[in-house]
């Protein structure tokens, strides 16, 4: 399942994915709230964070990286919450694709990842 959290600044696109992620709940509620971001403004940061049980179709992690490719430059910051063990490894393996800052956080630093996917960018980060 993902939920769209909507507490978040306008450039951030924030969910938490819980449960199987399938590739027809990616591109009906994931891909929306992204193009719909992408078209109001120029960089995006990303929070996401997994919940208990999760696990994702290989057709939807295809989509995620495809996505992610896409947009790679208008990717400022991403901060990914987890305690899932193989989703830290991915994105520290493949973190240096992205042009942007992307941390990892455990869930029990969920307010920490908060306060820093909102923060200011410095402007060379920008």
Not at 11 to 29: F, H, K, M, P, W
Not at 47 to 64: C, H, K, L, M, V
Not at 105 to 122: C, D, K, P, Q, V
């Amino acid at each position: 399942m993902i939920e769209v959290l909507r507490d978040f600044p306008g450039n951030v696109i924030a969910v938490v994915c819980s449960g199987r992620v399938t590739r027809l709940e990616y591109d009906t509620v994931l891909v929306p709230v992204v193009t719909a971001a992408l078209k109001a403004h120029p960089k995006l940061r990303l929070y996401y964070e997994t919940g208990s049980g999760f696990s994702i179709e290989p057709s939807a992690i295809w989509e995620d990286f495809r996505l992610g490719v896409e947009h790679l430059t208008r990717w400022a910051r991403i901060a990914v919450v987890t305690d899932v063990e193989w989703v830290r490894h991915t994105v520290r393996a493949f973190s240096f694709l992205m042009p942007g800052e992307v941390r990892t956080f455990t869930t029990s630093e969920a307010a920490r990842a908060r306060a820093w996917i909102g923060e200011e960018l410095a402007p060379a980060e920008s």
